[in-house]
DNA sequence: CTGGGTGCAAACTCTTTGCATTCGG
DNA sequence: CCGAATGCAAAGAGTTTGCACCCAG
């Protein structure tokens, strides 16, 4: 009953995605507009936001920041530069801290676990005068 | 030059604090202003902005939620139940993950990390029917 | 054709800001 | 007294929604 269907607008959203770096919805908006500025702003929202719930994108809510959205779909985590912001992907497998402990220290049944990672980018630690 | 003043406002809202659990902004006003009609919006914002500047409370944006503070300003994390969104601290020490082996993934100088973990808490896990 | 998708604009929510007034120290 | 802190209202920023039109299958 609900096939999903294929657009443009899709498409080009999800360019985006692979395209920006970790973009916000708003960022996403300000590339796909750039190319198509007929796109609307709902619709990059809805999309993105439809992209979540299929699986075929992950939203990305980091400390101080709008939500972003992220294709890489992998388990993966995020640093984020203290200096310019960049964010990039970590793909390490974090020993899942014990979650025994964590469920005595709180009484939840723990299932779950996102971790964020802050730092100083390559880019930044060479050009101090950033930061 | 800058003595910092203290209010009522501030009183309460340190209050409000303390007393809900999380709350985010928007939570502390509706309880401030329950008992204190006259206090506006802003004067929230700009004092729990001030508290987290001075150290007095803590700043936490968690996973699709608002931004919300917390008045233990220890090194903690937080639980997040999956059913009601009730979430309380996790006062545990997470063995920081091999920041060496991060920093090699993606290049950065990592000199911080975040967590939080998901569940269900002990009400929802007896009460089935509110999942 | 048909209904899922889109564009547009207005509505909403959360947060910030400018400015005159208040009041803590 | 003096200037930090408030209240009010208006402005922003990001996101959602209602509705009529459009186009992929």
């Given at each position: 009953m609900a096939a999903e269907r294929q657009t443009k607008q899709k498409a080009i959203i999800y360019e985006a995605l692979k395209t920006l770096?970790?973009?916000t919805a708003t960022e996403v908006y300000g590339y796909v507009h750039e190319r198509y500025p007929s796109v609307s702003r709902a619709t990059v929202f809805r999309v993105l936001s439809g992209f979540s719930s299929s699986g075929r994108a992950l939203e990305v809510r980091l400390a101080g920041s709008d939500m972003r959205y992220d294709?890489?779909?992998?388990e993966h985590y995020h640093v984020h530069c203290r200096c310019c912001g960049k964010i990039a992907d970590v793909e390490v497998t974090i020993k899942t801290p014990a979650t025994k402990t964590v469920s005595e220290s709180c009484g939840y049944l723990i299932d779950g676990f996102a971790a964020e990672f802050f730092g100083i980018c390559p880019a930044c630690a060479e050009n101090k005068s950033c930061c």
């Amino acid at each position: 009953m609900a096939a999903e269907r294929q657009t443009k607008q899709k498409a080009i959203i999800y360019e985006a995605l692979k395209t920006l770096d970790h973009p916000t919805a708003t960022e996403v908006y300000g590339y796909v507009h750039e190319r198509y500025p007929s796109v609307s702003r709902a619709t990059v929202f809805r999309v993105l936001s439809g992209f979540s719930s299929s699986g075929r994108a992950l939203e990305v809510r980091l400390a101080g920041s709008d939500m972003r959205y992220d294709y890489n779909v992998n388990e993966h985590y995020h640093v984020h530069c203290r200096c310019c912001g960049k964010i990039a992907d970590v793909e390490v497998t974090i020993k899942t801290p014990a979650t025994k402990t964590v469920s005595e220290s709180c009484g939840y049944l723990i299932d779950g676990f996102a971790a964020e990672f802050f730092g100083i980018c390559p880019a930044c630690a060479e050009n101090k005068s950033c930061c």
